[in-house]
């Protein structure tokens, strides 16, 4: 049935005009002017993506205080932080280049697709010119090729898998935190010179990115040490009961549990072995060990009394004496009255040196940042002298190996915070490796985009 | 014209012109002002989403709306078509047209097998069906299982599959796009119309979905007319004296969930043609649940309403997510203390992250006031204003109020 209102001469005529008044003002491709993606204008804005909900919540939300943190003492405002360690001067509590910084937040929910709806708000929206933060390496790897495309700079905050910088490296992205393979080198010998060159381990790996990866480097080291592997076991990430995959451990002839497990997962796992007794029992002579390659604070806190014994390693613990871990622990104890997590310190860390290099390059514009950040040598940020590579945008430097204690307050604000010691900090020329390293090859960091 | 009634062809033309207007529409307030940044949603990358998600929820509709089967794994549809998508980045090219076509295609396979054992069984049996048969791909794509069994990457497990530059790309020649694009024309690129305070980006990809959404569409009216459409209306209103009656209502009902199958392929494709990253997350069964609520808020059995559900989720989940304290705070800062730090308290549940909390209890409310849907709501506001009620057969559910 044909309808009366609706003739050909008045479609195209309505259409005609709307066209042509839509053609009238000029069109101007998005920020063609500035040569690069979201060039920031009187403020600048950078967005701050983390698991606000979900099983990283906590993590996240660590991470979210510290970059409000960060902001603060970038804008002058507070006690300054780690900018009075840094080794590099160039931030005066004025903001980046002067413009005032501000930030917007956005959920990961720690789902990938989630996650880069989430960093594509961010700069199509509000106009972002960096997103820092997260939890997860599946995530970090998603939003790392998001920016990557998008033109505009990603900070990764906690991801440990060898993927992040190894197959899945991108120009636009750099990684602070440490990786699998630095946690097997720096478990390496403090396992050995333990537990001794005899063992059988049994690996319960999260099966992701990250567990992989994790496994392989925790394979390669404590082989090299002389341990057998007796078996590999992939359990799906949120398993929740891990009863049924620590059952077969006990006649499994192993005498040493390796959880590549993380977060909730690592708290479930580590909590089912303790109560199945593996602690307390002996085989071929041997006590029981359990060993989880990779510690948080947070992490520690749900565990409770169930890591005490447990040999890890961690990126940065607030315990440490130097005088930027010192200054940084101070401002944000003040500010949320409990420690900060390692999470917390890298995406704090990753703000500022991210503003530093701006202001080392005079430009926002990403390959300005990109071409400041490569090969850049500095201190003062907690982890003695770092350095972040620019064959693969990794940082290197000292791992500290941790072991699970009781706890030395027994107040039960601090359970995850001092239930966790640093038993020996292992010096960065132990834990680096060639950028082709075989667990790390396969990728191509590419060209770094700016964007439109 | 082209087929449909006055009133469809209406309804039509005013679908038509809210996808071609939408930049303009969902961006009411100048980009500096609070309310813009707090509520502008006229951006891109969410604009694609209103319009993907809506193409899916149509396709759902013709299912769910048309012979009453609840599929409870719809999800994994899309999912797979967004793999398929990608696979055809990482072998071919960036171009879109293999890719979209691949996906529609695979997804049409899958539906066709997971159909077929399903649909054996009807009601809950069948949704719990799906379910399973959802959940079973998202665990085998999700532990990358396929790919563990020929010993290389299918799904790429939790990480999720995305395009290296060491991929074969057999088809990419010197100087093309690296991003999709349509024989050249790149889907993230976009012009951006400044008068004012006002921005309005106008992009091709979001260009692209909403022509496949208008398609996608046009294709849903014309079976919802069809004597096809007839027939799987008989289906959910009495499929036993169908059956009685010696017609087989099986060929019907398959042809019916793999028609949805494949609009919930081209979708998947669609997303991952916008952004070429899939992950198996895409396929967990909160995905497919959220499309039944998508379908049931907007209306299900309307035309409109799926694409209406699917916007209002999308928005919720875009933009009331991420209001948070000190945005609230800037907007009741005309107000005295007490009263600012009151209302922050009490709006503070349901912003940010407690955006789920306004999805529930709007979704409750839509189904206890308006079973019909919120195409019901609009209904109900014609109705207000209308001097006497058309005495249209037709209307009710099956006809939407413009």
Same mark, same amino acid.
């Given at each position: ?46 967005? /701050? ?36 360690? /840094? ?188 109560? /199945? ?98 090969? /850049? ?76 | ?53 809506? @193409? ?13 089967? *609840? ?20 072998? @071919? ?37 799906? *379910? ?16 563990? @069994? ?60 909403? *022509? ?19 027939? @799987? ?170």
């Amino acid at each position: 049935m044909s309808n009366n209102n609706f003739s050909r001469r008045g479609v195209l005529k309505t259409g005609a005009v709307t066209a042509g008044g839509l053609m009238l003002p000029t069109y101007l491709r998005a920020d063609a002017h500035a040569g690069y993606t979201n060039a920031p204008g009187d403020t600048v804005k950078i967005g /701050f993506n983390v698991p606000q909900t979900g099983a990283y919540a906590e993590e996240g939300l660590d991470e979210l205080r510290a970059q409000e943190l960060a902001v603060e003492h970038l804008n002058g405002i507070g006690d300054g932080g780690m900018l009075n360690t /840094f080794s590099e001067k160039n931030l005066d509590g004025t903001g980046i280049l002067g413009k005032k910084v501000e930030f917007v937040t956005g959920d990961t929910q720690t789902k990938s697709d989630v996650a880069r709806a989430s960093a594509q708000s961010m700069i199509q929206k509000d106009g972002v010119i960096m997103v820092n933060g997260g939890s997860s390496s599946g995530v970090a790897i998603a939003v790392q090729g998001l920016c990557q495309e998008a033109g505009i700079i990603f900070m990764a905050g906690l991801t440990h898998s060898n993927d992040t910088t190894g197959k899945d490296k991108k120009a636009n992205g750099f990684r602070h935190f440490f990786n699998g393979y630095m946690s097997g080198a720096a478990l390496g010998p403090i396992l050995e010179q333990e537990y001794g060159t005899d063992r059988n381990a049994y690996h319960l790996t999260a099966d992701y990115t990250w567990g992989w990866t994790q496994q392989e480097s925790m394979q390669a080291s404590t082989e090299a040490i002389g341990w057998n592997t007796t078996e590999t076991v992939l359990t799906p990430v949120g398993a929740g009961d891990f009863s049924s995959y620590i059952a077969p451990v006990l006649n499994s002839g192993a005498d040493t549990l390796i959880l590549n497990h993380y977060g909730g997962d690592m708290v479930n796992s580590i909590t089912q072995a303790t109560q /199945f007794g593996l602690k307390d029992k002996q085989v071929n002579g041997k006590d029981f060990k359990i060993i989880v390659p990779l510690f948080s604070e947070l992490m520690a806190a749900g565990a409770g009394s169930n890591i005490e014994g447990v040999f890890g390693s961690m990126n940065w613990n607030w315990q440490l004496q130097d005088e930027g871990t010192q200054a940084f622990v101070k401002s944000f104890g003040e500010k949320y009255g409990r420690p900060p997590s390692g999470s917390a310190h890298t995406c704090y860390v990753q703000t500022l040196l991210y503003a530093d290099a701006v202001t080392r390059a005079g430009t926002f514009n990403p390959c300005g940042v990109v071409e400041a950040l490569e090969d /850049f040598e500095f201190d003062g940020m907690g982890n003695g002298p770092t350095f972040y590579r620019g064959a693969d945008h990794q940082c290197f430097k000292d791992v500290l190996v941790m072991k699970g204690v009781p706890s030395a307050s027994g107040s039960d604000n601090m359970v995850g915070y001092d239930t966790v010691e640093i038993v020996e900090v292992t010096p960065r020329a132990q834990v680096e490796y060639a950028p082709d390293h075989p667990m790390f090859a396969g990728g191509d960091l590419g060209e770094c985009n700016p964007g439109a | 014209m082209l087929g449909l009634n006055s009133r469809d062809f209406r309804l039509f033309l005013i679908v038509c012109a809210l996808c071609l207007f939408a930049p303009i529409i969902l961006n009411p307030f100048p980009v500096a002002s609070s309310l813009g940044e707090s509520f502008n949603a006229g951006y891109p990358a969410l604009m694609q989403r209103f319009v993907i998600f809506g @193409l899916l929820v149509i396709g759902f509709n013709i299912l769910f709306g048309l012979t009453g089967y *609840l599929s409870f794994g719809h999800a994994a549809f899309l999912g797979v078509g967004s793999f398929a998508a990608v696979w055809m980045f990482k072998l @071919l090219s960036y171009n879109v047209v293999p890719a979209i076509i691949l996906s529609v295609i695979v997804a049409g396979l899958f539906s066709v097998v997971i159909g077929y054992v399903a649909l054996r069984r009807s009601g809950i049996y069948f949704s719990i069906l799906t *379910l399973a048969f959802a959940q079973m791909m998202y665990s085998i794509a999700f532990s990358d299982l396929v790919g563990k @069994l020929f010993g290389t990457i299918v799904t790429n497990g939790e990480t999720g599959l995305q395009v290296y530059n060491d991929d074969p790309q057999i088809l990419l020649g010197q100087g093309d796009p690296t991003v999709p694009h349509l024989f050249g024309l790149e889907m993230n690129s976009a012009y951006t119309w400044k008068i004012g305070g006002w921005e309005f980006v106008f992009q091709n990809g979001y260009y692209l979905s909403a *022509l496949f959404m208008v398609l996608g569409f046009y294709l849903s009216i014309r079976i919802f007319r069809s004597p096809f459409g007839m027939m @799987l209306r008989a289906i959910k209103s009495n499929q036993t004296r169908m059956s009685y009656t010696g017609l087989d209502t099986k060929p019907y009902m398959l042809a019916a969930f793999v028609i949805s199958g494949m609009y919930a392929g081209l979708a998947g494709g669609l997303l991952a043609a916008m952004d070429p990253l899939t992950g198996a997350e895409r396929m967990f069964w909160t995905a497919s649940g959220e499309i039944v609520v998508m379908a049931i808020l907007g209306g299900v059995g309307t035309l409109v309403g799926p694409v209406l559900g699917a916007g209002v989720i999308k928005y919720l989940e875009n933009i009331v997510s991420k209001i948070n304290d000190s945005i609230l705070h800037n907007w009741f800062a005309f107000m005295p203390d007490w009263m600012d730090n009151l209302l922050v308290t009490i709006i503070h549940p349901f912003i940010g992250k407690g955006w789920h909390l306004t999805l529930g209890l709007l979704f409750m409310a839509v189904v206890i006031f308006l079973p019909g849907g919120l195409m019901q709501l609009g209904e109900k506001f014609t109705a207000l204003f209308r001097r006497k009620k058309t005495d249209d057969a037709k209307t009710g559910a099956t006809n939407p109020a413009e």
